[in-house]
Protein backbone atom coordinates (compact mmCIF):
# COMPACT_ATOMS: atom_id res chain seq x y z
CA UNK A 1 0.00 0.00 0.00
CA UNK A 2 1.30 3.87 -0.23
CA UNK A 3 -0.51 6.87 1.11
CA UNK A 4 0.10 9.82 -0.11
CA UNK A 5 -1.69 13.57 0.85
CA UNK A 6 -4.26 11.60 2.91
CA UNK A 7 -4.77 8.76 -0.04
CA UNK A 8 -4.22 5.56 0.47
CA UNK A 9 -3.83 3.22 -2.16
CA UNK A 10 -4.09 -0.59 -1.68
CA UNK A 11 -3.13 -2.92 -4.01
CA UNK A 12 -4.81 -6.58 -3.66
CA UNK A 13 -5.24 -9.75 -5.78
CA UNK A 14 -6.85 -9.97 -8.96
CA UNK A 15 -9.23 -12.44 -7.35
CA UNK A 16 -10.69 -10.37 -4.38
CA UNK A 17 -14.02 -9.66 -3.49
CA UNK A 18 -13.72 -5.86 -3.29
CA UNK A 19 -17.48 -5.80 -2.06
CA UNK A 20 -17.28 -6.77 1.68
CA UNK A 21 -13.69 -5.95 2.90
CA UNK A 22 -12.78 -5.21 6.67
CA UNK A 23 -10.15 -3.08 7.77
CA UNK A 24 -7.80 -3.62 10.28
CA UNK A 25 -5.69 -0.50 11.96
CA UNK A 26 -4.40 1.06 14.82
CA UNK A 27 -4.90 4.82 15.51
CA UNK A 28 -4.35 7.04 18.90
CA UNK A 29 -6.13 6.17 21.61
CA UNK A 30 -9.69 7.30 22.36
CA UNK A 31 -9.23 8.77 18.41
CA UNK A 32 -12.60 7.04 16.30
CA UNK A 33 -12.68 6.59 12.30
CA UNK A 34 -16.20 7.24 10.66
CA UNK A 35 -18.16 6.47 7.43
CA UNK A 36 -20.80 8.69 6.39
CA UNK A 37 -21.00 9.35 10.31
CA UNK A 38 -21.29 5.61 11.27
CA UNK A 39 -18.15 4.74 13.70
CA UNK A 40 -16.03 2.15 12.45
CA UNK A 41 -14.72 -0.91 14.81
CA UNK A 42 -10.98 -2.32 13.40
CA UNK A 43 -11.26 -5.85 12.41
CA UNK A 44 -15.24 -5.69 12.24
CA UNK A 45 -16.97 -3.01 10.83
CA UNK A 46 -17.31 -4.15 6.78
CA UNK A 47 -17.21 -1.69 3.83
CA UNK A 48 -17.55 -2.12 -0.28
CA UNK A 49 -14.75 -0.91 -1.69
CA UNK A 50 -15.67 -0.93 -5.10
CA UNK A 51 -15.53 2.93 -5.26
CA UNK A 52 -13.13 5.11 -3.18
CA UNK A 53 -14.49 5.14 0.25
CA UNK A 54 -13.74 8.26 3.25
CA UNK A 55 -12.77 7.49 6.14
CA UNK A 56 -12.88 10.31 8.88
CA UNK A 57 -10.45 10.23 11.91
CA UNK A 58 -11.87 12.50 14.61
CA UNK A 59 -8.99 13.10 17.60
CA UNK A 60 -9.94 12.05 21.59
CA UNK A 61 -10.83 15.75 22.26
CA UNK A 62 -12.71 15.99 19.08
CA UNK A 63 -10.94 18.93 18.44
CA UNK A 64 -9.35 17.68 15.00
CA UNK A 65 -10.81 15.80 12.05
CA UNK A 66 -8.80 14.45 9.49
CA UNK A 67 -10.50 12.57 5.59
CA UNK A 68 -8.27 9.81 4.50
CA UNK A 69 -9.78 8.73 0.91
CA UNK A 70 -9.06 4.88 1.11
CA UNK A 71 -8.65 3.28 -2.75
CA UNK A 72 -8.46 -0.43 -3.61
CA UNK A 73 -7.19 -1.69 -6.49
CA UNK A 74 -6.96 -5.28 -8.01
CA UNK A 75 -3.56 -6.04 -9.88
CA UNK A 76 -3.60 -7.05 -13.08
CA UNK A 77 -4.43 -10.57 -13.49
CA UNK A 78 -1.98 -12.97 -16.10
CA UNK A 79 -3.12 -13.40 -19.23
CA UNK A 80 -2.56 -16.28 -21.41
CA UNK A 81 -0.15 -16.03 -24.47
CA UNK A 82 -2.92 -16.46 -27.37
CA UNK A 83 -3.39 -19.75 -28.85
CA UNK A 84 -4.64 -19.81 -32.59
CA UNK A 85 -6.70 -22.68 -33.94
CA UNK A 86 -7.09 -22.64 -38.15
CA UNK A 87 -10.03 -24.35 -39.34
CA UNK A 88 -11.82 -24.66 -42.46
CA UNK A 89 -15.40 -26.42 -43.97
CA UNK A 90 -13.39 -27.47 -46.95
CA UNK A 91 -11.47 -30.99 -47.49
CA UNK A 92 -7.86 -31.44 -47.75
CA UNK A 93 -8.58 -31.59 -51.51
CA UNK A 94 -10.29 -28.95 -53.51
CA UNK A 95 -11.42 -27.99 -56.37
CA UNK A 96 -12.69 -24.10 -55.90
CA UNK A 97 -10.72 -21.18 -54.74
CA UNK A 98 -10.64 -19.43 -52.76
CA UNK A 99 -10.57 -21.05 -49.64
CA UNK A 100 -11.83 -19.87 -46.20
CA UNK A 101 -10.13 -20.08 -43.14
CA UNK A 102 -11.38 -19.57 -39.67
CA UNK A 103 -8.86 -18.47 -36.50
CA UNK A 104 -9.92 -18.55 -32.99
CA UNK A 105 -7.87 -17.28 -30.24
CA UNK A 106 -8.17 -18.28 -26.86
CA UNK A 107 -7.54 -14.58 -25.47
CA UNK A 108 -8.56 -11.20 -26.99
CA UNK A 109 -5.39 -10.12 -29.63
CA UNK A 110 -4.61 -7.21 -31.54
CA UNK A 111 -2.96 -6.08 -34.52
CA UNK A 112 -3.68 -9.58 -36.86
CA UNK A 113 -2.48 -8.60 -40.26
CA UNK A 114 -2.17 -9.75 -43.97
CA UNK A 115 1.46 -10.21 -43.25
CA UNK A 116 1.18 -12.44 -40.29
CA UNK A 117 -0.51 -15.12 -42.13
CA UNK A 118 2.35 -17.40 -43.90
CA UNK A 119 1.60 -19.51 -47.02
CA UNK A 120 2.86 -21.85 -49.76
CA UNK A 121 1.31 -21.72 -53.40
CA UNK A 122 -1.11 -19.41 -52.11
CA UNK A 123 -2.11 -15.68 -51.36
CA UNK A 124 -4.46 -13.77 -48.45
CA UNK A 125 -7.08 -11.92 -49.11
CA UNK A 126 -8.13 -9.14 -46.67
CA UNK A 127 -9.14 -10.35 -43.31
CA UNK A 128 -12.52 -9.68 -41.27
CA UNK A 129 -13.52 -10.24 -37.51
CA UNK A 130 -16.80 -10.42 -35.75
CA UNK A 131 -14.67 -10.15 -32.07
CA UNK A 132 -11.23 -9.57 -30.84
CA UNK A 133 -11.00 -13.30 -30.33
CA UNK A 134 -12.63 -14.61 -33.66
CA UNK A 135 -11.12 -14.28 -37.44
CA UNK A 136 -11.30 -15.00 -41.62
CA UNK A 137 -9.65 -14.55 -44.23
CA UNK A 138 -9.26 -16.78 -47.85
CA UNK A 139 -6.36 -18.07 -49.63
CA UNK A 140 -6.56 -18.05 -53.24
CA UNK A 141 -3.46 -20.56 -54.57
CA UNK A 142 -1.37 -19.94 -57.28
CA UNK A 143 -1.09 -22.99 -59.23
CA UNK A 144 -2.63 -26.61 -59.00
CA UNK A 145 -0.92 -28.50 -56.16
CA UNK A 146 0.00 -28.57 -52.61
CA UNK A 147 -0.60 -25.45 -50.78
CA UNK A 148 -1.02 -24.37 -47.08
CA UNK A 149 -1.82 -21.72 -44.63
CA UNK A 150 0.00 -21.31 -40.73
CA UNK A 151 0.30 -18.62 -38.38
CA UNK A 152 4.04 -17.97 -36.89
CA UNK A 153 4.59 -17.51 -33.36
CA UNK A 154 5.13 -14.03 -32.14
CA UNK A 155 2.63 -12.64 -35.07
CA UNK A 156 0.05 -11.19 -32.44
CA UNK A 157 -0.54 -10.23 -28.60
CA UNK A 158 -2.57 -10.08 -25.91
CA UNK A 159 -2.98 -7.07 -23.84
CA UNK A 160 0.17 -8.01 -21.98
CA UNK A 161 2.42 -8.55 -24.91
CA UNK A 162 2.63 -11.96 -24.77
CA UNK A 163 3.09 -12.86 -28.05
CA UNK A 164 1.29 -16.64 -29.65
CA UNK A 165 2.27 -19.82 -30.11
CA UNK A 166 2.63 -21.11 -33.58
CA UNK A 167 -0.89 -21.80 -34.78
CA UNK A 168 -1.68 -25.34 -36.36
CA UNK A 169 -1.15 -25.91 -40.18
CA UNK A 170 -3.66 -26.39 -42.83
CA UNK A 171 -2.96 -28.61 -46.33
CA UNK A 172 -4.71 -28.24 -49.14
CA UNK A 173 -4.65 -30.04 -52.14
CA UNK A 174 -6.20 -28.10 -55.37
CA UNK A 175 -7.15 -30.05 -58.30
CA UNK A 176 -9.12 -28.71 -61.14
CA UNK A 177 -8.14 -31.16 -63.82
CA UNK A 178 -11.08 -34.04 -64.30
CA UNK A 179 -9.19 -37.62 -64.07
CA UNK A 180 -9.46 -39.95 -67.02
CA UNK A 181 -8.90 -43.12 -68.08
CA UNK A 182 -5.40 -44.27 -69.12
CA UNK A 183 -5.65 -47.57 -70.21
CA UNK A 184 -7.73 -50.85 -70.37
CA UNK A 185 -5.57 -53.96 -70.51
CA UNK A 186 -6.12 -57.99 -70.06
CA UNK A 187 -5.05 -59.06 -67.29
CA UNK A 188 -5.44 -62.49 -67.23
CA UNK A 189 -5.50 -64.52 -69.29
CA UNK A 190 -2.89 -62.97 -71.09
CA UNK A 191 -3.22 -64.49 -74.99
CA UNK A 192 -5.58 -62.47 -77.26
CA UNK A 193 -7.35 -65.72 -78.19
CA UNK A 194 -8.42 -67.81 -75.28
CA UNK A 195 -11.04 -70.02 -74.35
CA UNK A 196 -10.51 -69.59 -70.73
CA UNK A 197 -13.41 -68.01 -69.07
CA UNK A 198 -13.66 -65.78 -66.92
CA UNK A 199 -11.43 -62.96 -68.63
CA UNK A 200 -9.85 -60.16 -66.00
CA UNK A 201 -8.78 -56.78 -67.42
CA UNK A 202 -6.48 -53.72 -65.46
CA UNK A 203 -8.14 -50.39 -65.29
CA UNK A 204 -5.87 -47.46 -65.01
CA UNK A 205 -7.02 -44.23 -64.13
CA UNK A 206 -5.06 -41.00 -64.34
CA UNK A 207 -5.19 -40.26 -60.46
CA UNK A 208 -6.62 -41.28 -57.56
CA UNK A 209 -10.22 -42.07 -57.35
CA UNK A 210 -13.27 -42.69 -55.58
CA UNK A 211 -16.83 -44.26 -56.20
CA UNK A 212 -15.65 -46.50 -58.65
CA UNK A 213 -17.92 -49.70 -58.65
CA UNK A 214 -18.76 -52.41 -60.94
CA UNK A 215 -22.12 -50.95 -62.29
CA UNK A 216 -19.89 -48.23 -64.08
CA UNK A 217 -18.65 -51.26 -66.28
CA UNK A 218 -20.02 -52.86 -68.95
CA UNK A 219 -19.96 -56.08 -71.41
CA UNK A 220 -21.36 -58.19 -73.75
CA UNK A 221 -24.38 -59.65 -73.25
CA UNK A 222 -24.74 -62.27 -70.70
CA UNK A 223 -21.32 -61.43 -69.27
CA UNK A 224 -21.29 -60.10 -65.12
CA UNK A 225 -18.45 -57.75 -64.62
CA UNK A 226 -17.02 -58.14 -60.82
CA UNK A 227 -14.51 -55.47 -59.33
CA UNK A 228 -11.44 -55.18 -57.07
CA UNK A 229 -9.68 -52.46 -56.22
CA UNK A 230 -5.42 -52.79 -56.43
CA UNK A 231 -4.89 -49.16 -55.20
CA UNK A 232 -6.80 -45.76 -56.02
CA UNK A 233 -5.75 -45.51 -59.28
CA UNK A 234 -6.04 -49.73 -60.58
CA UNK A 235 -8.76 -51.87 -60.67
CA UNK A 236 -9.54 -55.36 -61.81
CA UNK A 237 -12.31 -55.96 -63.70
CA UNK A 238 -13.23 -59.67 -64.28
CA UNK A 239 -16.02 -60.52 -66.91
CA UNK A 240 -17.66 -63.63 -65.81
CA UNK A 241 -20.07 -65.81 -68.48
CA UNK A 242 -22.43 -69.02 -67.55
CA UNK A 243 -22.17 -69.30 -71.22
CA UNK A 244 -20.20 -71.94 -72.06
CA UNK A 245 -20.92 -72.14 -75.78
CA UNK A 246 -20.31 -68.74 -76.67
CA UNK A 247 -17.75 -67.62 -79.22
CA UNK A 248 -16.08 -64.27 -80.44
CA UNK A 249 -15.11 -61.02 -79.42
CA UNK A 250 -15.51 -59.66 -75.70
CA UNK A 251 -15.65 -56.13 -74.98
CA UNK A 252 -15.49 -54.08 -71.60
CA UNK A 253 -16.19 -50.35 -71.50
CA UNK A 254 -16.76 -47.66 -68.77
CA UNK A 255 -20.24 -46.06 -69.43
CA UNK A 256 -20.70 -42.32 -70.00
CA UNK A 257 -22.90 -42.13 -67.27
CA UNK A 258 -20.89 -43.04 -63.84
CA UNK A 259 -20.40 -40.99 -60.52
CA UNK A 260 -16.39 -41.07 -60.59
CA UNK A 261 -14.75 -38.46 -59.53
CA UNK A 262 -11.31 -37.92 -58.20
CA UNK A 263 -10.52 -36.26 -54.29
CA UNK A 264 -11.25 -32.95 -55.14
CA UNK A 265 -14.88 -33.78 -56.33
CA UNK A 266 -13.61 -33.42 -60.42
CA UNK A 267 -15.58 -36.11 -62.30
CA UNK A 268 -13.92 -38.54 -64.80
CA UNK A 269 -13.92 -37.01 -68.08
CA UNK A 270 -16.36 -38.55 -70.23
CA UNK A 271 -13.92 -40.87 -72.22
CA UNK A 272 -14.85 -44.06 -73.38
CA UNK A 273 -11.99 -46.95 -74.14
CA UNK A 274 -13.13 -49.77 -76.32
CA UNK A 275 -11.59 -53.01 -75.64
CA UNK A 276 -12.26 -56.05 -77.72
CA UNK A 277 -11.02 -59.28 -76.37
CA UNK A 278 -11.49 -62.57 -79.00
Same mark, same amino acid.
Given at each position: ? /???????????????????????????????????????????????? /??????????????????? #???? $?????????????? %?????????????????????????????????? @???????? %????? @????????????????????????????????? %???? #??????? @??????????????????????????????????????????????????????????????????????????? @???????????????????? $??????
Amino acid at each position: Q /TISDNVVDIVLPSNTDVTNLIAVYEISYGAHFFVTELKQVSGTSSQDF /TQSVFFSLLSQNEATLVQY #EIVV $RLESAQIEEPTLLL %SSNSGAFVNTAPVTINMESNVAITDFLLKDIKLN @NAIALPIS %STDDL @NYSFQIMPLQQGFFSVFVAENSVFNAQNKGNLS %SNTL #EFTYDVV @NPYVVSITRKDPTAEITNNSPLTFTVIFSEAVDNVASTDFEGMSGFTPTLIKENDTEFSITLNTNDSSFLGAVFL @NIIPTNSIQDKSGNLLSNSR $RNVYQN
